[in-house]
């Protein structure tokens, strides 16, 4: 480890662009041989975990749909027997039938996981890592060891949560927003036993890697930009994940709050969340918590975590929409002034995750009002991608159709949200598919949608060689069409009545006739699903047999693409470059190419330059 | 940006070849702080939230019980409503038996807030690169800051064990002191909150001791002195004054509200 502190001082040294007695750190990566461990396992190069983050996100996300997958089974094709089954889930199956209670772990698990292991972790904590230092110039993370614990904390928390799946009393199965009683009484559901005690350990864990990465990735920003590179003139994918980063670092710390007083309450016999309760006969002692308390401090975290999720995949989109529309964004600073009040609304809405629990209506209607006041940040974005996509010269690259589809999958989900942010149509809609199907457009497929768009547009940066566009078409229009067959038929099943976390609605007459459609979503997501192999395939076959990248292969503005095609430890060979410009200088009148980089000063510039830029002169 | 018009082409170049230098325009440290300063600040911040968390559920819990309404002489124990603090808090060491609320944890407030005036002068020391100072005033603030921990470890001790009397509760049954599933106090949250939140602050105060150990070591061994600054020491400061704060917090909420 000692080199690597070593080379990591020199790191610090060599981000002093300006100081003329750093100039020789540049090469410091030419000095020294790494061996396997410090370059592959405990890196502190961002690059490289980075990569670590992304592939145990693919892990985590094959584990997450694989669950899906066998629930949809259940769901659609509730008589049919699961004895084949057997091999794979073993005690779970029942005389050829689906565990009830495991059903309900499998939907627990698959929330989680995707929720914080996947669309958190493997989205921020790949492309923050990732783009971060290429994009704001700098050589590493402010702290690349930091940056190293903040990757391991969250392995760490991975091996906890992957071992549960395995144990005798099953994974946590309280839905995964663990709402006590349930989650607090191991009497109530086998998963609240030692499955839940898991989860909380693996979450507490996991939450101490967002600690270390969100200070990581805010400190970066404010102290690492490269000279010139003012915050006007940062690319969007950068406002995002830095304001994704404030978000997780005061809502995180809430979730904690509620985690270690829930481990109370379970392992210590305090009654924090638990009062007057009779189970199984017999009266528990436990008098004056409130689990609605409970609620409010998850959903403290929890709604700001869905804005965690999207708001990487909205950074990116942007980048792309602009890049392969060789267009300026439309409205840049509208752009940041909507992630702002994105960031800051999504602190005072959480309550309307609560209108049901009994809470005053006169709150409710405050919290109506601020949810449905979101519509407008939102609003403002959507209209920007749209307007820079009018009239742009398209290269429908794969990257360039997932950031349209995300655009429209956030068009589809978030009208929804309209419906859900009231408080009368929540009464009727809560706890139906209709409230799956919004939340899975907006932000599950959406910011999927934005990861795959940052894999295919980064993946040259990443390993020095191109994913097949071919194959990416496939999986593209596979999940496009996919994603919009399994969730438009689950509004009408949820406005039919669906309730969510029901094991089966044979029991139920006005159920069967929608039957057929819910044989259809699963049919749909079994399929997407299966098309997602596509995707790993090029992913994993791209990495060694994929055709070479060139230095620039979009003809972006952004400074990553200054870089070496192999990026070093370092990621500048030479200086720093300093930034001169915005990050949108696409189809500019008069310039020579349809891009100029950021990192081109106006002197070289002088054919395209507008008359306030010429002021400077 | 000059005044020179467009037209002058002799000069331009050197302005158009040049990055902006403000503040905020990358290049520099905008607060004037290095990056693991930066990070203290920021984890702060979080941890103020995860405080606050645990203040807020105090608030909303306690809220939940109505408050004693008789007078003050004929309060008894009761867990049909929160106790007045006084009145739990009245036990000095080594004065068995005299009512003296508050007098104890206000002595603790105060050896507290005294260890962070020592950890003031320790970060001062440091900017004059006084190692001697900075030695001395780091063992003050380690010696504050333990005799804190050993004073809290005796509140909940006299807690745990109870009043000589106790309280007679629902069952008939007499009980002595507390723990988290009964207490003689009053309602079963009253303890709960009492341990958890103190004990949660306890622990942020260990934790700031065995850095303050560290920073004395590594002070003592010159580490800092060959680094050319003792920002470690501001570091830790910064972090023992929020631990600091947030009892100013607790203390009102649990002994004086």
Redesign the interface.
């Known amino acids: 480890m000692a080199a690597n502190f070593s080379s990591q001082e020199q790191v610090q040294g060599g981000i002093g662009v300006t100081e003329p007695g750093h100039a020789h750190d540049a090469h410091h990566d030419e000095h020294h041989e790494q061996s396997f461990l410090q370059k592959y396992v405990f890196s502190t190069d961002h690059k490289m975990i980075a990569k670590q983050f992304l592939i145990t996100g693919i892990f985590w996300a094959i584990i997450g749909g694989t669950l899906s997958s066998l629930f949809r089974l259940q769901l659609g094709w509730p008589e049919s027997t699961m004895e084949w089954l057997t091999p794979f889930l073993g005690k779970w199956i029942e005389a050829g039938k689906l565990n009830p209670e495991f059903y309900l772990a499998l939907v627990t698990m698959h929330g989680t996981i995707m929720v914080f292991f996947v669309l958190t972790a493997g989205l921020s904590g790949t492309f923050s890592n990732f783009l971060i230092p290429l994009q704001i110039g700098a050589r590493d993370m402010a702290s690349g060891f930091m940056n190293m614990l903040s990757y391991w904390f969250f392995f760490l928390s991975s091996v906890v949560m992957f071992s549960s799946l395995f144990i005798e009393t099953g994974p946590a199965a309280a839905g995964w927003t663990i709402y006590p009683p349930l989650s607090a009484l191991p009497q109530a559901i086998s998963g609240s036993g030692a499955g839940q005690t898991l989860w909380l350990v693996s979450m507490a864990l996991f939450i101490v890697s967002q600690l270390l990465g969100g200070v990581n990735y805010i400190t970066t920003v404010i102290n690492l930009r490269t000279q010139g590179m003012s915050m006007s003139k940062l690319p969007l994918t950068i406002w995002s994940f830095f304001l994704t980063a404030v978000l997780g670092l005061l809502s995180f710390p809430v979730l904690f709050s509620a985690a270690l007083l829930l481990i109370f309450d379970r392992s210590f016999g305090t009654s924090f969340f638990l009062s007057d309760i009779y189970i199984a006969g017999q009266a528990l002692s436990n008098t004056g918590g409130s689990p609605i308390l409970f609620q409010h401090l998850f959903w403290f975290l929890g709604h700001p975590e869905v804005y965690i999720v999207i708001m990487p995949a909205m950074g990116m989109v942007s980048e792309i929409l602009a890049t392969n529309a060789r267009k300026p964004i439309f409205g840049y600073r509208a752009m940041i002034g909507s992630l702002l009040g994105i960031s800051l609304l999504s602190f005072i809405v959480w309550a309307h995750h609560m209108f049901v629990t009994g809470m005053n209506p006169f709150l409710g209607s405050v919290f109506m009002f601020l949810t449905l006041i979101i519509a407008v940040p939102s609003a403002v974005k959507t209209f920007n991608w749209l307007a820079t996509l009018w009239r742009g010269n398209i290269r429908f690259t794969t990257a360039m159709l997932f950031s349209i589809g995300f655009v429209s999958l956030f068009i589809a989900g978030g009208l929804t949200g309209i419906i859900l942010g009231n408080a009368a149509l929540d009464i009727q809609l809560h706890n139906t598919y209709f409230v799956v199907a919004h939340f899975h457009l907006v932000m599950g497929s959406s910011a999927f949608f934005g990861l795959w768009a940052g894999v295919y547009h980064w993946f040259p940066k990443m390993f020095g060689r191109m994913m097949d566009e071919k194959l990416g078409y496939v999986h593209f229009w596979l999940t496009f069409i996919g994603v919009y067959l399994v969730f438009l038929p689950m509004h009408y099943v949820g406005i039919a009545g669906f309730p969510r976390r029901y094991y089966a609605w044979t029991g139920f007459d006005t159920f069967s006739q929608f039957a057929d459609l819910n044989k259809f979503i699963s049919i749909a997501a079994i399929v997407a699903f299966f098309g997602q192999f596509v995707f790993i395939f090029n992913f994993f076959y791209s990495i060694f047999r994929g055709r070479r990248a060139t230095e620039n292969p979009w003809n972006s503005t952004t400074l990553e693409w200054t870089t070496p095609v192999e990026v070093g430890h370092g990621n500048w060979p030479g200086d720093i470059p300093a930034v001169h410009r915005w990050p949108y200088d696409y189809s500019k009148p008069g310039a020579a190419q349809d891009f100029i980089p950021q990192n081109v000063p106006y002197s070289q510039t002088q054919s395209s330059n507008l008359p306030y830029e010429r002021e400077m002169e | ?2 005044t ?1 018009s ?1 037209t ?1 082409q002799a ?3 050197s ?8 503040t ?4 520099n ?3 004037n ?4 300063k ?2 203290m600040w ?2 702060l ?3 103020a ?2 405080f ?3 203040l ?2 105090y608030g ?2 306690r809220h ?2 109505m408050a004693y309404s008789g007078s003050p002489e004929a309060f008894t124990f009761s ?1 049909k409503y929160w106790p007045i603090p006084e009145k739990v808090f009245n036990a000095f060491p080594g004065l068995h038996g005299v009512d003296l609320p508050l007098a104890f944890v206000a002595l603790m407030t105060m050896i507290l807030i005294f260890s962070s005036v020592t950890m003031v002068l320790a970060v001062e020391a440091g900017h004059r690169f006084d190692k001697k100072d900075v030695q001395k005033w780091l063992l003050w603030t380690i010696l504050f800051g333990t005799v804190f921990v050993s004073c809290q470890a005796w509140e909940w001790s006299h807690f745990i064990g109870g009043t000589d009397e106790g309280t007679l509760m629902n069952d008939g049954t007499r009980f002595y002191g507390a ?4 207490n003689q106090y009053g ?3 009253f303890a ?2 009492f341990f ?1 939140i103190t004990g ?1 602050h306890g622990t942020h105060v260990f934790s700031g001791i065995c850095l303050l150990i560290y920073c004395f070591i590594a002070t003592t061994n010159g580490t800092f002195e060959k680094r050319g600054h003792y920002e470690m020491v501001e570091k830790i400061g910064l972090y023992w004054h929020f631990v600091d704060l947030v009892w100013v917090f607790v203390f009102t909420f649990f002994y004086l509200v």
């Open positions: 940006m000059s020179i467009p002058t000069v331009s170049d302005a158009l070849d040049k990055p902006r230098t403000g905020w325009d990358g290049g440290e905008p607060f702080a290095s990056y693991g930066l990070m920021f984890f911040l979080s941890d939230f995860t606050a968390a645990f807020t559920t909303l819990i939940r019980y867990t723990n988290l599933a009964v309602p079963v949250l709960d909150l958890f949660f």
